[in-house]
């Protein structure tokens, strides 16, 4: 198993909030990535980093950040939470910088709903 | 959008059957990974196919990627309640990220 980890596991919030979602890796990989998918449904890519001090906007647009200081950390902040936020976050990392494409390791996901 | 695609997205199976889990690329893909998402859980790695024509095998999974690497598949044979899940196929598209599909769901029948 994959040394990944998030959290929290799951945040109920209010609408207009601020919030922080953690996720560390302890495998030294350089890319990471943070997803966003409702039950059942696909994953949608809502950012990604190469590495420290790069990020990168995917294919889904969120009204979220991230930022990425060190290796390890790649935390994802919500300025003002939103009932539309409501869903589930897949944190994941992969090791290779500058090669193919390689496997994903998954965090346990933060299953956040905003009132 | 989505350049992986996936089907059927949802897979109804009787205990015991078999059955296969079909993934097709709009383009030539370098390789293929497939991931198995419990109910509840997260998605976890299968396997990664990099070969034209490959086939792996994972107990009663069985992998294959197709002669123009454009499609894939996932066939499991005697299926059981513990291969209840979403299987995602994914494959590599710009910048070193994956494309997802969009899932078939197995829900088994005892």
């Known amino acids: 198993e994959a040394d990944i980890y998030q959290t929290p596991r799951y945040l109920v919030i209010g609408t207009g909030k601020k919030i922080t979602l953690e996720c560390s890796q302890t495998?030294?990989?350089?890319?990471m990535y943070w997803y966003q998918q409702d039950p059942g449904m696909e994953l949608h890519l809502i950012h990604y980093s190469y590495g420290v001090n790069s990020t990168e906007k995917g294919d889904l647009s969120s009204e979220s950040t991230v930022s990425r200081i060190r290796t390890e950390h790649f935390p994802l902040t919500l300025e003002s939470a939103r009932p539309s936020h409501t869903s589930q976050y897949l944190c994941?990392?992969?090791?290779?910088?500058?090669?193919?494409?390689?496997?994903?390791?998954f965090g346990p996901g933060t299953r956040l709903t905003v009132l | 959008g989505q350049q992986v695609m996936q089907i059927p997205q949802y897979q109804h199976v009787q205990e015991g059957e078999d059955f296969t889990t079909y993934c097709n690329s709009s383009t030539t893909l370098s390789n293929i990974q497939w991931y198995k998402q419990r109910p509840g859980g997260h998605p976890v790695f299968l396997i990664q196919?990099?070969?034209?024509?490959e086939v792996k095998k994972q107990k009663r999974l069985t992998f294959q990627f197709g002669e123009a690497k454009k499609n894939s598949s996932l066939h499991i044979t005697a299926t059981q309640t513990t291969d209840v899940g979403t299987y995602f196929c994914a494959g590599p598209f710009n910048d070193y990220k994956l494309s997802f599909g969009a899932g078939t769901t197995v829900t088994v029948r005892a």
């Open positions: 196919l990099v070969k034209s024509g």
């Open positions: 994941a990392s992969s090791e290779r910088v500058g090669g193919p494409t390689d496997t994903q390791y």
């Open positions: 495998m030294g990989h350089d890319k």
